[in-house]
């Protein structure tokens, strides 16, 4: 997907999102990011950086470090690299609108070549994040629909945890420690 799709869903002059742009150079460390997102519904939107963009995926259910999950993960529209960084509230009447916390982000290695294993329907990645660690799979199924749909899996790994829940264990942001709540009141 290219990043017209991004740019042709926003008003900038409205949105504090950042602007529609490729990252220039190839990374030494590639960065993953997991924003979560209170808009029309509460969803986690997984983000990798591959060739100079975040792919993105839509995860309802969110991340699980417990291997028996396969999250549901829709792929959406690529996103610019700087939206790494992006932590504040979408007006209302734009795209998405409502309240986007860097729920999580690190380094990612992949397990292979990212753009070939995206085209062949599985990537496997290493996740190095403040919440998120080891071995995860994304597995594009044939459910049907108008986007692809994938399945976020963790890898059973020394990381695994099949008892606890992270979402639950670990709401707030990891970039500024802010809840929903606060990271809303402070864009009022």
Do not use: C
């Not at 939206?83 to 009447?93: A, H, L, N, S």
């Not at 916390?101 to 690190?106: E, H, N, V």
């Not at 995206?118 to 994040?129: A, I, K, T």
Request: glycine share 10%; net charge neutral.
């Amino acid at each position: 997907m290219a990043l017209k799709e991004y740019k042709r869903r926003r008003d900038f002059k409205k949105t504090t999102e950042p602007a529609a742009r490729r990252r220039k150079g190839k990374p030494m460390n590639p960065v993953f990011v997991v924003h979560k997102h209170k808009a029309t519904r509460l969803h986690y939107d997984f983000r990798l950086e591959i060739d100079g963009v975040l792919k993105s995926w839509a995860v309802p259910k969110g991340p699980s470090m417990n291997p028996s999950d396969k999250r549901l993960a829709v792929m959406v529209e690529d996103h610019p690299f700087d939206y790494k960084d992006f932590e504040g509230t979408i007006p209302e009447g734009e795209y998405g609108a409502g309240t986007v916390m860097i729920w999580d982000a690190g380094t990612f290695e992949p397990r292979g070549n990212p753009a070939e294993d995206l085209e062949r329907g599985e990537l496997r990645v290493r996740l190095d994040g403040t919440k998120l660690k080891g071995g995860f799979v994304l597995v594009r199924t044939m459910m049907g629909g108008k986007k692809e749909n994938w399945l976020l899996i963790k890898e059973r790994d020394e990381q695994a945890d099949a008892e606890g829940d992270i979402l639950i264990d670990e709401p707030d942001s990891a970039a500024s420690g802010r809840s929903l709540t606060e990271i809303a009141d402070q864009e009022r």
